[in-house]
């Protein structure tokens, strides 16, 4: 089950648009307020239907709902290649919400009841850490040919349409996964019972303080990596056009293809880095000693990042605020193992997929509130200064390190 596993996550990543999607939305006509508001519904959406979605894969079965995020992820692909306004954008938002809403927290889920199967809850971070790692490969690979699929076509639209292919690959490796994989069963397949466990579910999540700590530090670190990271696009735009003019003036690409030369190595080194942090979260764990106290070292080191991100950003040094950006995905690939292993110690089997989803809905939240704030904050810099248009991204970053880090503790040993 395993490698089944690491096929979800690398087929998962076939993301070809990923890359470039904040490229190919201003490539449209959009500003960065208009493309904060996407985001901002984006989020808005997926924490609506999120917690429903994890009680309903604990009552209906986990493997079916995962077959419907991925058939709601190919509905939004197929939208966005064929997007011509902006009310059709927010149609292609809607389903990948609901792709969204109905994957997170499930699949991790049905690995930790893997794990319990095997008698191996100890490698809680280990095994994910190492599924994660597949993503971050598949992410790799992909963004090789997502560069490839724009260079070739001239443009961002294909690279919408070719996510299919792995998405209807990955429907066919969930019909192979056991029944076992579902959980227990919580009650009857009706949508009274549906309630009854989201209701149970949400209570003991709200009423243990642990848990609603980890709720708080992950709409802090996630909610503002997720409406943040996609601005290093077109910071590595802006390289390429002046690196591709300078090395080459005679030639006759396009802005796609330009920033298809330099997005394309980069994003593979950033997900290189990031498979590979994945892999090793459980190190800081054994160096560390506890996974409370592991998290509060990486707000620390989230929070000298940011920093160090606020003058290159107000100057606008673009190789450091590549660098930074880069810096940022691999933290995020360290703090994410470690955080959904600490809410699997704090959680119940049979409430596993719901907190999961609380957790994501508490993300959802956040990114939902921040990235419009961000886009409008950037337009407005960019346009009346001061400084670089993107150093409000670092200020909001470091002022939520500061204060979590501030707020945590070194941790103790999780309660059973």
Request: charged letters at 15%; glycine letters at 8%.
């Amino acid at each position: 089950m395993l490698r089944r596993f690491c096929l979800y996550g690398f087929l998962k990543n076939q993301q070809y648009y990923e890359p470039f999607l904040l490229l190919a939305l201003v490539d449209k006509g959009l500003s960065y307020s208009v493309i904060g508001l996407l985001y901002g519904f984006r989020e808005i959406m997926a924490n609506l239907f999120e917690i429903p979605s994890g009680a309903m894969a604990d009552v209906y079965g986990r493997r079916k709902s995962m077959i419907l995020s991925f058939t709601a992820y190919i509905f939004s692909f197929a939208i966005f290649g064929l997007s011509k306004s902006v009310w059709l954008l927010f149609a292609a938002m809607f389903f990948f919400a609901i792709g969204d809403a109905f994957r997170t927290g499930t699949h991790k889920a049905m690995i930790f009841t893997w794990l319990r199967l095997q008698g191996r809850e100890k490698e809680r971070t280990k095994v994910y850490g190492i599924t994660r790692s597949w993503s971050k490969i598949g992410s790799a690979v992909s963004v090789v040919l997502a560069g490839v699929f724009v260079f070739a076509s001239e443009g961002y639209v294909y690279i919408f349409y070719v996510c299919i292919v792995p998405y209807v690959l990955g429907i066919v490796n969930f019909l192979f996964y056991p029944v076992e994989l579902d959980g227990p069963k919580v009650g009857d397949a009706s949508l009274r019972a549906t309630a009854s466990h989201l209701r149970e579910a949400f209570t003991a999540a709200i009423r243990e303080s642990a848990i609603r700590r980890l709720i708080a530090e992950s709409m802090g670190f996630e909610g503002v990596f997720k409406a943040a990271k996609d601005y290093v696009q077109p910071v590595l735009k802006a390289s390429a056009v002046l690196f591709i003019g300078s090395c080459f003036a005679d030639n006759d690409w396009t802005e796609p293809q330009q920033a298809a030369v330099l997005i394309s190595p980069v994003f593979f080194v950033l997900y290189a880095l990031s498979a590979a942090a994945s892999r090793n979260a459980h190190r800081l764990v054994s160096l560390y000693g506890k996974e409370d106290r592991t998290a509060r070292y990486l707000w620390a080191i989230n929070a000298l990042v940011f920093a160090a991100l606020l003058p290159v950003m107000y100057l606008s040094i673009e190789w450091a605020v590549i660098l930074g950006f880069i810096a940022l995905h691999v933290m995020q690939n360290f703090w994410r193992p470690v955080l959904i292993s600490r809410f699997d110690a704090h959680s119940s089997e049979s409430h596993g997929a719901t907190v999961l989803s609380i957790e994501s809905q508490g993300k959802s939240l956040a990114t939902a509130v921040i990235a419009p704030i961000l886009g409008f904050a950037v337009d407005t810099v960019e346009t009346h200064g001061p400084g670089g248009e993107f150093w409000p991204i670092a200020a909001l970053g470091l002022l939520v390190a500061i204060v979590m880090f501030a707020t945590s503790k070194m941790g103790s040993k999780p309660s059973t």
